[in-house]
């Protein structure tokens, strides 16, 4: 039965469930608990974005850990845990830090499996925080998924609703590699349908938002919020906009963006990360190589610019992609004659 709550609580949701159903998954990450051995309350955030509230209270400090302020120590515990049989889901505050504890997720976790043979699993899923627009400036505002994306044995994971959210975080802790959960954070308070009973969203699985014939909408997370609403204004215009959700950035859903893009001719790719070698490049390169002569104009890529996010409100805003840019690019698209 669905209702609707918000992104956070889908996440609350998803690993409150999957915790009460195998007892080998924990929890760790800096304040995630909050409180607990102090003059405070137990309970008294359940993180900073509140994104483990009520789990520490249910299922104790054995399982709802407070780890020190060290990325390199708690991210390497979590890849040793998962070794050992446990299934952890480790929380790194905001993605701005992975350089702190970077090899112990691209040099260990992603390349346990390979390295043994096949004979080593590491189920490790490290939740993290990407995302502008909130003014936290440039060391907490990021979107750096194009990263874990390059790195072969990750899987990176980008839900864009509360359904999306609790759907991917469960598929996400089944998995039997390392998947870096990544969640926007001008998403948290954004509400959904969700079912009350647990479910999985298949990793590497594209989702059509919405079918159209004149343009296909290639993009993520909170971006696809963004397409939705312009698709929606074009309507009106008689442009008919398809929207394809990607999910997952690794492993991407790259049958699913080409026949989309075989049909409409035309396509446009939306991220919010900067511009080189992020997700946008990668798959204007694959529909340019697989289906250039069948295109009616180019490929149209719509990003931040190469720089740090800007702590100015007046700046971010204008750093951000937003709707008119997007509207702008599908224009130029649908209207495009050749040379």
Request: glycine residues 8%; contains cysteine.
């Amino acid at each position: 039965m669905a209702r609707k709550i918000s992104y956070r609580q889908a996440i609350i949701e998803a690993l409150d469930q999957e915790m009460a159903r195998d007892e080998k998954i924990i929890v760790m990450g800096e304040d995630v608990v909050g409180g607990a051995g102090t003059d405070m309350e137990d309970e008294a955030w359940g993180g900073p974005f509140g994104l483990t509230s009520g789990l520490y209270a249910k299922y104790g400090g054995d399982r709802i850990m407070d780890t020190p302020i060290s990325e390199s120590a708690f991210i390497g515990a979590a890849v040793g845990a998962a070794s050992a049989g446990y299934r952890p889901v480790a929380e790194l505050m905001f993605c701005d830090f992975l350089g702190v504890c970077f090899d112990q997720i691209y040099n260990q976790a992603a390349k346990f499996r390979y390295m043994f043979g096949g004979k080593a699993t590491t189920p490790v899923v490290i939740r993290t925080a990407i995302g502008a627009g909130l003014r936290a400036a440039a060391q907490h505002s990021q979107s750096l998924h194009p990263i874990f994306t390059h790195v072969p044995g990750l899987k990176c994971v980008i839900p864009s609703s509360p359904y999306e959210a609790k759907g991917l975080l469960i598929a996400s802790i089944r998995d039997n590699d390392p998947v870096i959960f990544c969640e926007h954070k001008a998403l948290f308070e954004t509400m959904g349908d969700v079912p009350e009973e647990p479910y999985a969203i298949p990793l590497g699985e594209a989702n059509y938002v919405r079918e159209g014939s004149d343009i296909t909408i290639v993009t993520h997370g909170l971006m696809v919020t963004r397409a939705k609403e312009v698709a929606a204004s074009l309507e009106g215009d008689g442009i008919d906009c398809e929207i394809i959700d990607l999910r997952t950035t690794s492993p991407l859903d790259e049958d699913t963006i080409l026949e989309s893009a075989e049909n409409t001719g035309r396509v446009v790719v939306i991220d919010e990360a900067t511009p080189r070698c992020n997700i946008a490049g990668d798959i204007s390169s694959l529909v340019n190589e697989q289906l250039f002569g069948k295109l009616k104009a180019p490929v149209q890529r719509i990003t931040a610019p190469h720089t740090p996010v800007p702590f100015s409100p007046a700046l971010e805003d204008l750093w951000l992609p937003d709707n008119a840019r997007i509207e702008q690019a599908i224009r130029d698209a649908v209207a495009y004659a050749g040379a």
